[in-house]
């Protein structure tokens, strides 16, 4: 908590010292400016005094808090100075605006709202300099060590103080100790920026009463309405202490190079990303100079881009907005920009695929059309096209293959200068599709890093999205990501079916670590949050643009320009996907049926160049041109248009062209991010007030229902734009609406453009990112995979690679053993990958694949040695491993998840003896199963029906995943009813485990057989209690096994060290199951070591990489057993090493040299005396046939 002193002590004595009340500062700041923020000040010097910054958050906006109550100074006051005219008897301060750190100006009675404003307008006082009068709270209204937050209003400083007496429970022993506590806090924790101070800090913040309603804004819950002893969710918050690093493909300024080769920069406030905030923000980006890219060359070309040698003249001059520049090669950059990301992603993500253009269409004019049109650059048009290359949508032989090498290795560049910029700590924020695949660079090498992206693009049907040749690759670099982020929840609906369909990944509301559910993709064991919130405009900056003095003149200029006439005004970029032929051609219909109005209505139409669209920029203005020459032949002056360069049409002539018109147009027919509604309707909010009321029918929106916007903008008239009879009633609609209406639909547009704006669109986006539970538990993610294909897995804690020393340590001191090793992914290859294979292998159309020699033998030697139970614990039936395995002495099956058990017996070749896990007498259930599942497999194509001599399986993994899902948790609520008086279990695998729907006899799983295993083993083998556990499996159905068995190992453990120290819980991924049963069973000294088979989310405490490793881990166990049986007797020093201090020395035995081992049988007390060798090369030979046997055994 920061101390505020008294400013004066007047007359006051001090008398034992002053008393501390605890108070949080609340101020509503409803016109704040565009990256202002405000700072609560003591003194009149704003620079030198002691000032404290104000925060808010999404929830809380537009009232800013101190984040930690403040400790103020209560003066004892004497008897003879008690008037209340006295100076001391009051506390007086202001709030000060602070523009990039930089103090600004004083609070104004403008920044009050507008109630406040007009309650208190008579009493507003100022002093002779200009200033404000400061608020003053009297000190005799607090107590002595309790908690206030005062409320106030920005500008407003008439009236009694709104203050609020807070009830909590206090932690320490007095406040004077609580002072003592944080009298030497540091200037960090003085300003409240502390982000490590408790909750209940955070949520004393928030709170406050219920006495200023001023505007939209909900009250936050006094923080006396909690229970202080009750939990409450922790409460993200984002301090100046937080770094953030943006990442776009250009950065958002402005440069400028002067006739004598100085650079300056300036804030580009149009684009979204400029806007300025309390935090501590890197910008990282491409810079733009003189044309279309630059970054690199030389001369005085368009396209050259920042002179090279001139670099650091840009660096320096973007160095003090915190802007990084990429510097990118230009034809690099061109074949990423233009080549792939708006000739590729950019039609595939606006839902088009131009499948049937052909080479002559592309990049070619006809003739006549080239005479209308000014020539355009022919960099533009190499790399235009609507597809890969120019032809078929496959490519032309290596052309994708180029696009695709551009499109990387932007990426890597831009992953360079991050990493070089990124401290730890710090958010990563990455913006646009031209940067889809920066995540995966990024995690691979700071891979605690959290990582944001938003889209401002729409996101395509997995249809469309399907037909580009790198879909996984574009996926998993979105997934690498922490969040994703899009403008609406259908662009975020269509993302998550892609994942869904292309990659097997499962989506839903999962729960998060503060205790509430987010949309979110489970990516490999990690939970990647999916948010659609759209982004706002800032209404400050606008109204800043539209009252300049250029601004209005332009405004009377174009409405004298057309004077009593309404005006339409449309601004799109000139190609196809704006729509602009729909809006001319519903014009032209409106005009035909409705000819009264011709002469009374102009459409200004603005065209922005669009050269990187080539052949579809010259398609659509030949035509647009075309069809204004026809409207204006037959109703002359009624379309204005014009076309121009982007640069022309910034944000000021923008403002003052949707200022002179009535009604705004936005037809596309498929957009993304489009704020020109949201502007219009800031420009006519003047509308709404009396004064306003100029008599025009202005105000009004059409807007597609193809465009983002149109989802926020719920008082706008709608359309289908491919439905022109529709845009043709707008126009109608537009012209006669009611006044009533036209002020209700203004109105309702006008609330989420002056409630969402693009701070607090952006607050909102990186509260939900910080709060990504990632640094807490790094142990938890691992990176697998090579190149595009490297992703981040969540695992717990100290999920590492099996340990094969370990293992063969152990394996080594056991005098009872047991294996369990799962068959197919395990110690064979798995034949079940492919859904053609997995069908085959039902039909008994594909002979599955056999144990090789080199694995046969390893079990062969493990099976001899009498300390060894081994058993290979499969789902396939009782034959297949009969055929396969049965030529193996003393190994055990359990065949169909252990339903079946064969025990380990000396004979090898024909018929097993086999006993059941449970009782399987009634198979009347089975002909119902099938019966059903006959009927759900005639009605979803690519499922079938899979039978075994236990259970019955319905496949749908090669149906359509949505359509078999649906029709499998139908098929299993249908079985769940009609075989409820069966002794049957029902399972559902979702996609990522083969997608099936399983009927199997009650309690039947790999964990029971495994209980079970271990409970009868010492009636088939007198090898006492089990001391050693190696167990190894690869997919869903050995995760019952593991964890069974990871829970008996940990038992076993628990019981040997008593409560010596405390234990680490298991992970909450593992099914607890009571497996006291085989405490009689289990040595106390037991080692378990649990492994799965590839690094994936598992209950298993270790991994192994691949089969291969499996194989190499079992023969180095028949190592160890080829080791004791030549030389038994025998300890290494790791031997020695790994030994218990606690086991008795009597066990070891007496280590014996070459030469007595053959006479050891006579005993020891009839040995003769050791032969002593006369030289070094006689004692060498002796020892070499010892050193071959030595070998190294552990790796």
Request: with cysteine.
């Amino acid at each position: 908590m920061a101390n505020l002193p008294p400013q004066s002590k007047g007359g006051l004595k001090e008398t034992g010292g002053n008393g501390l009340a605890q108070v949080t500062f609340r101020v509503r700041c409803e016109k704040i400016g565009h990256g202002e923020s405000v700072f609560l000040c003591q003194a009149d010097n704003p620079v030198g005094g002691n000032r404290i910054p104000l925060f808010t958050t999404a929830k809380s906006y537009p009232w800013y808090t101190t984040r930690t109550p403040l400790s103020l100074s209560l003066p004892v006051a004497t008897e003879s100075h008690t008037t209340s005219s006295d100076e001391s008897l009051f506390y007086r301060y202001r709030y000060a605006i602070y523009r990039s750190g930089v103090f600004h100006r004083w609070e104004d009675p403008s920044d009050g709202s507008d109630v406040e404003e007009f309650r208190h307008h008579e009493d507003v006082r100022r002093h002779s300099d200009g200033v404000l009068n400061l608020h003053q709270l009297p000190l005799r209204l607090f107590q002595d060590g309790e908690l206030y937050a005062i409320n106030d209003v920005l500008g407003i400083h008439m009236g009694p103080p709104d203050i609020d007496h807070i009830k909590v429970r206090q932690k320490f022993s007095s406040v004077g100790s609580l002072a003592r506590k944080n009298s030497s806090a540091s200037a960090a924790s003085l300003y409240g920026l502390n982000s490590n101070r408790p909750a209940s800090s955070s949520a004393m913040s928030d709170s406050a009463g219920s006495k200023k309603k001023v505007g939209f804004a909900p009250q936050p819950t006094p923080s006396h309405a909690h229970d202080a002893g009750t939990p409450k969710k922790q409460a993200v918050h984002l301090t100046s202490s937080d770094g953030l690093i943006v990442v776009s493909a250009f950065l958002p300024v402005h440069l400028t190079r002067s006739d004598n080769g100085e650079w300056s920069a300036d804030w580009d406030y149009e684009a979204l990303l400029s806007m300025q905030t309390h935090l501590r923000v890197t910008r990282v980006g491409t810079v733009k100079w003189r044309g279309w890219h630059g970054n690199v060359g030389g001369g005085e070309s368009r396209e050259s881009g920042v002179p090279a040698e001139e670099r650091h003249k840009v660096e320096a001059a973007l160095r003090h907005f915190n802007c990084v520049p990429v510097w990118v090669p230009t034809s690099l950059f061109g074949e990423m920009y233009n080549g792939f990301c708006k000739g590729v992603l950019w039609p595939i993500l606006h839902n088009v695929a131009s499948v049937y253009s052909s080479p002559t269409e592309v990049n070619s004019a006809k003739p006549d059309a080239q005479k209308q049109i000014e020539p355009y650059e022919p960099d533009f048009a190499e790399y235009s096209m609507d597809d890969v290359a120019q032809g078929p949508i496959h490519g032309d032989g290596g052309r994708e293959g180029e696009l695709w090498a551009a499109f990387t290795a932007v990426n890597r560049y831009f992953t360079d200068v991050i990493i070089q910029c990124f401290n730890e700590g710090d958010l990563i924020w990455i913006h646009g599709f031209h940067l889809m695949i920066l995540p995966s660079f990024l995690t691979r090498r700071i891979s605690m890093a959290k990582i944001g992206m938003f889209f401002h693009t729409p996101f395509p049907s997995s249809e469309i999205f399907r037909t580009l040749w790198c879909r996984e690759d574009l996926l998993r670099g979105m997934l690498n990501a922490d969040q994703v982020g899009f403008h609406l929840f259908e662009y975020a609906r269509h993302f998550l079916t892609c994942c869904r369909r292309l990659l097997g990944l499962n989506y839903g509301m999962f729960p998060d670590s503060s205790g509430g559910h987010n949309l979110a993709i489970d990516m490999n064991g990690r939970h990647v949050s999916v948010t659609s919130i759209h982004a706002g405009v800032e209404p400050h900056v606008l109204h800043q643009v539209l009252t300049h003095r250029s601004t209005v003149e332009r405004v009377e200029s174009i409405r004298s320009q057309f004077q009593n006439k309404v005006i339409f005004v449309a601004i799109d970029r000139m190609e196809s996907l704006k729509g602009i032929p729909l809006k001319l051609i519903a014009l032209e219909r409106f005009l035909q049926r409705c000819p009264e109005w011709a002469g009374k209505i102009v459409v200004v139409q603005v065209g922005i160049s669009a050269y990187e669209r080539g052949d579809d920029y010259t398609k659509t203005r030949n035509e647009v041109l075309s069809m204004v020459t026809n409207i204006n032949d037959r109703w002359p002056n009624t379309v204005q248009f014009q076309e121009c360069a982007e640069s022309e049409m910034r944000l000021q002539q923008r403002m003052a062209l949707l200022k002179a018109a009535d009604v705004v147009m936005v037809t596309t027919i498929r957009d993304g991010l489009n704020l020109i509604p949201l502007e219009f309707t800031i420009a006519h909010l003047d509308a709404l007030k009396e004064q306003g009321r100029d008599g025009r029918k202005r105000g009004l929106c059409i807007l597609s229902e193809f465009s983002s916007c149109t989802r926020v903008m719920r008082g706008a008239l709608h359309v289908n734009p491919w439905k022109i009879s529709e845009i043709a009633t707008a126009f109608y609609q537009a012209l006669t609406m009611s006044e009533d209406e036209r002020m209700r639909r203004v109105s309702i547009a006008s609330e989420f453009v002056t409630r969402v704006t693009t701070q607090r669109w952006a607050l909102a986006v990186m509260l939900d990112l910080k709060g990504v539970q990632k640094n807490e538990e790094a142990g938890r993610y691992a990176g697998a995979g090579l190149g595009l294909g490297f992703r981040l897995l969540g695992m717990d804690s100290g999920f590492d690679p099996l340990d094969a020393n370990s293992v063969a340590r152990a394996y080594r001191n056991a005098k009872s053993r047991l294996i369990l090793l799962d068959y197919g992914g395990t110690i064979l290859a798995n034949d079940n990958l492919d859904g053609l294979q997995r069908f085959q292998f039902v039909k008994k159309s594909r002979s599955p694949s056999v144990p090789q020699s080199r694995l046969i033998s390893a079990l062969k030697e493990l099976c001899s040695d009498g300390r060894n139970s081994v058993f290979v614990v499969s789902g396939k039936e009782r034959h297949s491993l009969t055929k396969t395995l049965c030529h193996v002495p003393n190994l055990g099956l359990a065949a169909e998840h252990g339903m079946f058990v064969s025990w380990p017996t000396s004979k090898v070749g024909g018929k097993r003896r086999w006993e059941t896990l449970v009782p399987n007498q009634d198979q009347s259930w089975r002909s119902i199963a099938i019966t059903i599942m006959e009927v759900y497999t005639s009605r979803t194509h690519g499922s079938y029906i899979e039978e075994t001599e236990m259970k019955v399986l319905w496949q749908y993994r090669d149906a359509d995943p949505e359509f078999g899902y649906l029709q499998s948790r139908e098929l299993e609520d249908h079985l769940s009813n009609v075989l409820r008086g069966f002794a049957v279990d029902i399972l559902h695998g979702g996609v990522e485990e083969g997608g099936y729907v399983e009927v199997r006899p009650k309690g039947v799983n790999k964990g029971v057989v495994s209980m079970h295993i271990i409970k009868n083993l010492e009636k088939f083998a007198n090898k006492g209690r089990l001391e050693f556990a190696l167990v190894i499996g690869d997919d869903h159905c050995d995760e019952p096994m593991l964890s069974v068995m990871r829970q008996i190992g940990r038992r076993a453990y628990d019981a040997q060290i008593g409560k010596k120290e405390p234990l680490a819980p298991l992970p909450a991924t593992i099914a607890q199951v009571d497996v006291s049963s085989c405490d009689d069973h289990v040595s106390t000294r037991l080692q378990c070591f649990t492994s799965t088979v590839g690094k994936k989310p598992s209950v298993a405490a270790n991994y192994v990489n691949d089969v291969d490793d499996v194989h190499e881990l079992l023969e180095s166990l028949v190592k160890v057993t080829t080791r004791e049986t030549v030389h038994s007797g025998f300890y290494s020093v790791l031997d020695l090493k790994s030994m218990s201090e606690t086991a008795p020395r009597a066990t070891l035995k007496p280590v014996l040299s070459m030469g007595e081992l053959h006479i050891s049988q006579h005993g020891f007390n009839n040995q003769p005396p050791a032969k002593v060798s006369n030289n070094l090369n006689e004692f060498l030979g002796t020892i070499e046939h010892d050193e071959e046997d030595e070998e190294d055994i552990f790796f």
